[in-house]
């Protein structure tokens, strides 16, 4: 069964942290992985990765995919207050429309 | 400019009663899907339609119904509701094609409470 695990479940940090988030998968037919961070609505995007070893970067974050290892991380630098959400993995496998989730980690950051 | 929007935001209602929740997207895409989100923030498909046709549905109780009037639109009705239906629902919507189009954009969620 297509499966992702996120870990850690959660997470709490200082402000000015730099943390790594972690997200493993066993897919049959793999097409794309995604990285969403969700606040107290709606998933919204982050990254989407379909190449190995590429890194995806969006100001004091990164991303990037392993598809031998089947791992994705995802890096906040400087985290900031405004990055507590929880952050899901997803992954399109080939040939079906729907993504399928990890369980998510809940990261908190303190002043 | 909303772009996938859900309606309503909040449901509480007594269990064995029938409601809807209503999505619209003004993204131009082709495909609308529902997710369900437990207690615990685990997210799950549900359904999909691409263009008004059904492409899957992962086991979903019957008394759920999706229904596209049109493909800017995925309206749920869920019937005789029980408690383990309270969950945030979300609706979402992309392109399919290339890869990069796919990504998925998701609606404010409605949050149901069975009582």
């Known amino acids: 069964e297509d499966k992702v695990v996120q870990s850690p479940l959660s997470l709490v940090v200082h402000e000015g942290d730099t943390v790594t988030l972690n997200c493993s998968y066993e897919v049959t037919n793999f097409r794309s992985l995604l990285w969403y961070k969700q606040e107290k609505k709606a998933p919204t995007f982050l990254f989407m990765l379909?190449?190995?070893?590429i890194e995806k970067k969006s100001g004091r974050l990164s991303s990037i995919l392993d598809k031998k290892e089947l791992f994705s991380i995802l890096n906040i630098t400087a985290t900031q207050t405004g990055d507590s959400a929880i952050y899901l993995c997803a992954f399109i496998i080939q040939g079906a429309q729907k993504l399928v989730f990890g369980q998510g980690t809940r990261l908190t950051i303190n002043p | 400019d909303t772009a996938v929007s859900q309606t309503p935001k909040y449901l509480v209602t007594q269990m064995g009663n029938d409601k809807s929740i209503k999505c619209e997207q003004n993204?131009?895409?082709?495909?609308m899907y529902w997710y369900k989100q437990d207690s615990k923030k685990f997210l799950k498909i549900m359904f999909s339609?691409?263009?008004?046709?059904?492409?899957i549905n992962e086991t979903v109780p019957n008394r759920f119904s999706p229904k596209s009037p049109d493909k800017a639109h995925l309206n749920l009705h869920i019937n005789s509701l029980e408690l383990g239906d309270s969950a945030v629902y979300f609706c979402a919507s992309s392109q399919p094609g290339t890869v990069i189009k796919e990504t998925q954009y998701f609606g404010p969620g409605t949050r149901l409470l069975v009582l």
């Open positions: 993204l131009g895409h082709d495909t």
């Open positions: 379909t190449s190995s070893g």
């Open positions: 339609y691409n263009n008004k046709e059904l492409i």
